[in-house]
């Protein structure tokens, strides 16, 4: 059996996010979809909210994929699901050059996981969960970045903190 990783934080899940694990999900024949936190990042969501936002989201999608909240180095998470497949998305070239460099270090440590790349869908490209929080918090519109139980969480979550800014 063919198992792949598709990891990160998911904070939230957007569109893009949601088109990569769609494809990747055709690649393999599992796929763990691994949540983490990334101590360089404050989220607006914990671990367990995350976690059941993405089970919500992937619930539809045809094959065999699991989500499964983790706190380790990636490549010993990978190692511990069975996978011999990492799977990144990408979106410009910035994130290639970053992308690349972990790919390298991963390697380093377990020469026996490849990393694969999918491309972001040319419409989707522009979408990082960092930006759609961004223009929540300032009032934006955010349908056309995730899906509609994520915009309301996303909404409530900047309610419920009192984040909202800008003029109204």
């Known amino acids: 059996m063919r198992v792949g990783v598709y990891?990160?934080?998911?904070?939230?899940?957007?569109?893009?996010h949601m088109d990569i694990i769609r494809r990747g999900a055709k690649l393999v024949d599992r796929l763990v979809i691994g949540v983490t936190t990334n101590i360089t990042k404050s989220p607006m969501f914990?671990?367990?909210e995350r976690i059941a936002m993405v089970e919500a989201e992937v619930a539809s999608?045809?094959?065999?994929?699991?989500?499964?909240?983790?706190?380790?180095?990636?490549?010993?998470?990978?190692?511990?699901?069975?996978a011999s497949v990492i799977v990144r998305g990408l979106?410009?070239?910035?994130?290639?050059?970053y992308e690349y460099q972990m790919a390298g270090m991963n390697q380093q440590?377990?020469?026996?996981?490849?990393?694969?790349?999918?491309m972001a869908d040319v419409g989707l490209q522009p979408?990082?969960?960092r930006l759609?929080?961004?223009?929540?918090?300032?009032?934006?519109?955010?349908?056309?970045?995730?899906?509609?139980?994520?915009?309301?969480?996303?909404?409530?979550?900047?309610?419920?903190?009192?984040?909202?800014?800008g003029e109204r």
């Open 7 to 16: 990891p990160g934080t998911f904070d939230p899940i957007t569109l893009g």
């Open 46 to 48: 914990d671990d367990d």
């Open 61 to 82: 999608i045809e094959g065999d994929i699991r989500v499964v909240g983790f706190n380790s180095l990636l490549m010993d998470f990978a190692e511990r699901e069975g």
């Open 91 to 97: 979106r410009a070239v910035a994130d290639f050059e």
């Open 109 to 118: 440590l377990n020469d026996r996981i490849e990393t694969v790349f999918l």
């Open 127 to 129: 979408i990082a969960s």
């Open 132 to 165: 759609v929080k961004e223009i929540a918090i300032f009032g934006g519109d955010i349908r056309k970045f995730v899906t509609p139980s994520v915009r309301d969480a996303v909404v409530g979550r900047i309610s419920e903190r009192g984040l909202l800014q």
